[in-house]
């Protein structure tokens, strides 16, 4: 029986030329890899559209912290998503919010896909 293996994926969010930046801006996982998001920046705010992960969402499908979160999907096909990021710079009290093409994407392949 072959053993599965998954991979945990980091995004970070950085503040670049007065926007936040999703570095890297694609991941394609597999169902059950990992994902954390974090900023050595400032306080990062995350938006998934749609939500990817086993892990409940709350009510904005947002995360906010540095914890580690497990891609899902059930299948038969990919599951694509869409990430919006924002940032409040160190120093700052005001959060700016990702320019054109420095959101993140990406998909969920079902169980059996590689």
């Not at 998934?48 to 891609?71: D, I, Q, R, Y």
Request: aromatic share 10%; net charge negative; charged share 20%.
């Amino acid at each position: 029986m072959p053993v599965s293996v998954s991979t945990h994926y980091k995004i970070e969010i950085q503040f670049q030329k007065g926007a936040a930046v999703a570095v890297p801006n694609n991941v394609v996982a597999n169902d059950g890899d990992t994902l954390e998001i974090f900023s050595n920046d400032g306080i990062f705010r995350a938006k998934f559209k749609p939500w990817p992960f086993a892990e409940p969402a709350n009510p904005n499908n947002e995360v906010a912290n540095s914890g580690s979160l497990t891609f899902k999907n059930d299948g038969p096909n990919d599951r694509p998503f869409e990430l919006e990021c924002y940032i409040t710079p160190t120093g700052s009290n005001v959060e700016v919010a990702y320019a054109k093409g420095s959101g993140a994407d990406g998909r969920v392949r079902p169980p059996g896909t590689s």
